[in-house]
């Protein structure tokens, strides 16, 4: 296996971890402590081409490869894990769903402009009572002939209210289960809409989620991705990416609360030495640094899968949920190298510590990725 880094490929991490330096650190606290949606960093990372890093660029996008986009997404994530769940959500989600899925019609009029960080866009999947469980919708499309009529609430959704195209997961024909949902594409503009109120979260405080509801909104029959019926296998196709995504988003947290500590342990001193030379912290730093690479190594491997047009539904559920144990352990421990410091805020790590734990939980908790893997281990 070739583990050496393409020159494009360190490019563009060198330059998201200059972009995560220069226009995401500053502020960071300040965003996260007033829940303030990172907009004009936002738009500059669309300037940049972090939005649709592999999207073709016949659409506007960067067309590099899934390695590039864990490499870049781990930088920012390193800084601010509110702005890498948006770059996570536009990427893999929105960005990669309508490019392979959508028609000549829909990439044109939604995705170059997704991809380019012109507009951004949002996944509607989870409900109140449907968080992972795609197959048990409640919100509806019913057939209208020229139109689908949707209603419904969807819950948790990341991009909520700055968003300008959604991809709402729907069910049309409740009597054919999980082979009557359908793929939906609403902007923002649709008559019937309604942005609910922003939550208030323990973690990524600076993303934008929202619930949203759908009141007889019409959606027009060009609006739907993929065939009659295809709904569910574009959500679990399109989830299956975006797991590499978080995972990432993981070890960037992860990587950043790493640092952070290794550096405090060469500034602070306890009984007349910098603390890193007392063994106890050389063991944190020894675990940390060593779980990170190999949450690194189980990201790129997913990447590379994807890449190689190999089945990566294993390898992106394993990156992911050892990644987020990775992000969550490694912050408390980081918190715990910085002692009474580590509790406060303008250290850092511990939003990083708070950011962690969501990891650990959209895109599917640790307990159904393992459940994603065992099918696979049992095939």
Not at 67 to 87: F, H, P, Q, T
Not at 250 to 257: D, N, P, Q, R, V
Not at 281 to 293: S, V
């Amino acid at each position: 296996m070739n583990f050496q880094l393409t020159e494009e490929q360190l490019a563009v991490q060198a330059a998201a971890r200059e972009f995560a330096q220069t226009e995401l650190l500053p502020g960071v606290i300040e965003r996260d402590e007033h829940q303030r949606f990172p907009a004009e960093q936002v738009k500059k990372m669309g300037e940049l081409g972090f939005l649709g890093m592999m999207v073709d660029p016949k659409y506007g996008g960067g067309g590099m490869d899934t390695v590039a986009y864990v490499l870049a997404m781990e930088e920012i994530s390193k800084v601010d894990a509110s702005a890498s769940v948006v770059m996570s959500v536009n990427n893999s989600l929105v960005c990669w769903g309508l490019e392979h899925y959508g028609t000549e019609e829909q990439k044109q009029k939604y995705l170059t402009r997704l991809a380019t960080g012109e507009i951004i866009g949002a996944f509607c999947l989870s409900e109140p009572e449907a968080g992972s469980d795609a197959t048990s919708q409640r919100t509806t499309a019913e057939d209208k002939g020229d139109y689908y009529l949707l209603n419904g609430t969807k819950n948790w959704i990341t991009n909520g209210s700055t968003a300008s195209v959604y991809i709402v997961i729907a069910q049309t024909n409740p009597e054919k289960g999980h082979k009557g949902i359908n793929a939906l594409i609403v902007e923002r503009d649709m008559e019937g809409f309604v942005v609910g109120t922003k939550e208030n979260k323990l973690g990524i405080r600076g993303s934008d989620t929202h619930s949203l509801m759908f009141t007889d909104v019409k959606v027009p029959k060009e609006n739907k991705i993929g065939e009659d019926g295809f709904g569910f296998k574009f959500a679990m196709s399109t989830l299956a990416g975006g797991r590499i995504g978080i995972a990432s988003q993981a070890l960037g947290i992860a990587s950043g609360a790493y640092e952070l500590a290794l550096k405090y342990s060469k500034e602070r001193k306890a009984f007349g030495v910098e603390i890193s030379k007392h063994q106890a912290i050389q063991f944190k730093l020894a675990d940390m640094a060593t779980n990170i690479e190999a949450a690194r190594l189980l990201c790129l491997k997913a990447a590379h899968d994807k890449d190689t047009h190999q089945d990566y539904g294993k390898s992106g559920a394993m990156a992911k949920v050892f990644a987020s144990q990775v992000a969550m352990d490694t912050a408390v421990e980081a918190v715990q190298v910085h002692g009474g410091y580590g509790f406060v805020k303008e250290y850092h790590v511990e939003r990083l510590m708070r950011d962690a734990k969501i990891t650990q939980i959209y895109e599917g908790t640790s307990e159904i990725q393992k459940i994603v893997i065992s099918r696979e281990l049992l095939k």
